[in-house]
């Protein structure tokens, strides 16, 4: 019998369920879970799982539709064809036939592999089929069901069988059905991953994770043969499904992780399956489809890059086909239950962060980010978010997250909310309170106050008009603290000139001024900028330091000429 109350993990359990901001679903979830991996035998087997969910497809399969939006960029620097595959910004040769565990590449790089995101650069190449068929097959040979493999795992399998269905159900039809070894094959597989993921749904995970298990479930419950029992399961499925959409999307449109990269995925999981759901449940989708894209425009910047705020990074999930990032209305815009306000103008963009961390029931993908913002003009980033490096534990994960990576104010050097490690921060249970939001024309202006720090209150004012942007902060603290601003530039600037309280920086033709009001001084340092996974590029990083008292007040002011 294993050691049930001794370790982390059974302390991690224990701690999970007193917890009052977890879910009931979540928390029974979580139990199912590590019942099951501390007693094996608990785990059905793949022959079980078929009398459970006695499915079969159906022998006259629904039309193909049009192909939609592919939900990743396309690599084309990936060679398939000769086992190379590109993902995180790596390419990495896997030869062929292909070694799927790629042990020497990390978790996430392994789950991306897997969820069979690159075969959407296939779909268009005159030859696409016959990669993707072998490529098939040789994982059907080199992954059988198995709970310990990164391959099954259940947002995995999600993400592959959302990719099959459309791709290979739908695109590839009848290529696929003239070859009936490959069809018996590839559908029992489909079939053996369908049963494993609708008994190992991520209840314990929620969020995004349960969304996607949901859908993929969902979604491919039209291409079996209706029968009474599963004609039930699929009415149970919609129902949970339309349930957590409804929980998990905020009454502006946007995805409740307050992540922008996170959004674009879950906005097209709805667009895949906005038209399959029952009245009224299909009328209430797709009114959710039309707000989740108006979140996403107001989350772009004019070159096409969603907002870097929390986990997001560009190049992981497509924009929509239909928005123009060059073409999105300008003036102020709000996300105000998400906690998001900013500015659009002529090649400009402001984005202000002015969010509770997120989710209490799932925080994996928050910052310390309270108060940031990011700053476009003239087409160039001036203000950036640090964006994410990697999700693996260490020292790249917790700077990501940590307070000083943001363009706020940091007291003390510590982070506003406790970063607990990859996937958790513990937010105080005050979110920020807006004291003010006016907007006209091209000018805003915003307040607002959080108090992530113990004993302590920062109020910070944003006042931006055209190519000019001001930003005031107070600290109120019970004590003596110390209080730092962060200011992370895009890589393009250069440092020209530093003269008491002003800051010079250049790119090309342009140059922009920073001006500090208040006591302290400046430092200029570098810091990491990583756009997209696994990629650092070095920015300038300046650092303005306020002093230690218990009432602090600083100004910053941006000119861009």
Known sequence: ???????????????????????????????????????????????????????????????????????????????????????MNQAVSLGRPVDWSAKSQTILWQYALHEFGWMWQLAEKSDGWDVAKGLIHEWVDANPCTADAHSWEPRTIALRLLNWQVLIFNHWRSDAQADPIFWRRMTASFLDQWRWLRDNIEWHLGANHLLENLAAIYYAMGLFRPTPKTNRERRRIERWLIAEFRRQFLSDGMHYERSAMYHLRMHWVMELIKELPSEPAKQEIQELVTQSKQAIC?????????????????????????????QLPQGPWSLPDAGYYGMRGDDEYLAIDAAPLGPKSQPAHAHADFFTCEWTVGGLEALTDTGVFCYEAGDSRLWDRSTPAHNTLAIDNGNSAPVLGSFQVMGRKKKPRILNWHHQDKHLDLEAEH???????????????????????????????QATSHWHLGPSWKFCHLDGDRVRLVCKDHRLEVTATGPGSWTVARSRYSPQMGLSIERIWLQRDWGTAERLHGSTTWMFH
Not at 44 to 73: D, I, N
Not at 299 to 319: K, R
Request: proline share 10%; net charge positive.
């Open 298 to 326: 107001c989350l772009l910047h004019p070159s096409g890059q969603p907002s870097l705020l929390n986990d997001s990074v560009s190049g992981i999930f497509s924009i929509p086909l239909d928005i123009n990032p060059q």
């Open 1 to 87: 019998m294993p050691e049930l109350w001794n370790g982390q993990r059974t302390h991690g359990f224990l701690l999970r369920v007193i917890l009052c901001d977890q879910t009931w679903s979540q928390n029974l979830g979580y139990a199912k879970r590590r019942l099951r991996q501390w007693f094996p035998a608990m785990q059905p087997t793949q022959r079980q799982l078929e009398k459970r969910y006695p499915w079969s497809f159906k022998r006259h399969l629904p039309a193909p539709s049009t192909l939609p939006s592919a939900p990743v960029p396309i690599a084309t620097q990936a060679n398939l064809e000769r086992g190379i595959f590109v993902c």
């Open 451 to 481: 108090f992530g720090y113990a004993g302590v209150s920062h109020r910070r004012r944003w006042r931006h008009s055209p190519a000019k942007l001001t930003i005031d902060d107070w600290v109120f603290a019970r004590r003596p603290v």
